[in-house]
């Protein structure tokens, strides 16, 4: 009888096996070639990195961002590269622009394949000089706006029979870095809500990745906004966002939410720094929180001169940032749109 229920049980697992097999190999033939993807936030930094990479695959592109002329710079060098480009001005945040603009890209191209929600905001400084609007706009840009623009795709995905939907979150969304409260809150959020999503769309041939990058070199910082002593703030964090051991390359963060994308991947963490601190938090709760503590202490501390004023990246620069501890960032800064706009440019 043990061997018969031992037969059984190796035969149910070879069998499991060898459908799982089945079905990764099903899913890794997804090709974006003609597909239409839409991208919030895609006219600068990780968006319009991904929106490169997807053209070069032959993808069908709707990018999405609040700056036209973030917009039209976008657009120029995404059609460059031969892409076939539809950028709307769209803020994520109000439930009307985000449907009107998925039911723009749908009327636009006749379909719609993969939503990647990678919309942002970034708010930096101790959490004294935050703000209730500070953690609402996150909230509705990292929640909201992915949710808005979810439930507007998901019934033309469930027309054609299936879609791919990504949600960038962050490494601020699986542990709480000190300074960034209102971002890692609603990145939190975030990760519940596609975790929930993939779960209940994957019987509709709907599937939804979770991404969750440590840094990366996208140029971010000068349009992160910072609080308190924002110099301060903005040297630590420019500096962190540049260290090659500490952030990754946007391409190549790009190339792997994108493969992840193809494979219709449940999570991805991105990052050895940042899989490594997940890791920590999980086994060990306590001493990761001893150390976030510590890394508190020798960050920035309040200041009730600052009061909650909020300073962009931009006007935030210090003896050391910019300086060559910056270099990668500010190059990926010019690669991405992400600079400072000239008032003599375009």
């Not at 480009?85 to 994520?92: F, K, M, S, Y």
């Not at 939503?115 to 509705?140: C, K, R, S, Y």
Request: net charge positive.
């Amino acid at each position: 009888m043990n061997t018969r229920i031992a037969l059984i049980i190796g035969g149910s697992l070879g069998a499991g096996c060898g459908l799982a097999l089945g079905i990764r190999k099903q899913r890794s033939r997804f090709s974006f070639r003609g597909r239409v993807v839409v991208i919030t936030g895609g006219s600068r930094g990780l968006g319009l990195v991904m929106a490169r990479q997807l053209a070069r695959e032959g993808a069908r592109l709707a990018i999405l961002a609040r700056d036209s002329r973030e917009l039209q710079r976008a657009t120029a060098q995404l059609r460059n590269v031969g892409a076939e480009v539809l950028a709307l001005q769209c803020d994520v945040r109000n439930q009307e622009e985000a449907e009107a603009a998925i039911q723009r890209t749908a009327d636009h191209f006749g379909a719609l394949d993969v939503l990647i929600n990678n919309a942002g905001v970034i708010q930096v400084g101790p959490w004294e000089h935050m703000t209730i609007e500070d953690f609402e706009e996150a909230m509705a840009i990292h929640l909201y706006g992915p949710l808005y623009c979810t439930l507007a795709a998901v019934p033309y995905m469930r027309r054609a029979g299936g879609g791919r939907i990504v949600n960038i979150s962050s490494i601020g969304g699986k542990i709480a870095v000190p300074h960034l409260l209102p971002y890692c809150a609603s990145k939190f959020a975030l990760v519940g809500l596609s975790d929930g999503l993939r779960a209940e769309l994957r019987r509709e041939n709907i599937l939804v990745t979770t991404v969750c990058p440590g840094l990366m070199r996208t140029g971010s910082p000068r349009n992160a906004l910072f609080k308190g002593r924002h110099r301060g703030e903005y040297t630590w964090f420019a500096i962190s966002d540049s260290l090659p051991l500490l952030s990754m390359n946007a391409e190549r963060a790009a190339r792997r939410i994108i493969n992840a994308t193809r494979r219709g991947a449940a999570r991805l963490v991105l990052g050895a720094p940042a899989k490594a601190a997940v890791l920590a938090s999980e086994l060990f709760p306590a001493a990761t929180a001893t150390m976030l503590g510590l890394a508190d202490r020798v960050l920035p501390s309040s200041s009730e001169q600052c009061a909650a004023e909020a300073h962009r990246g931009a006007e935030s620069q210090s003896a050391f940032a910019p300086s060559w501890l910056t270099r990668l960032s500010e190059k990926a800064a010019r690669r991405n749109n992400e600079a400072p706009i000239s008032h003599n440019g375009p």
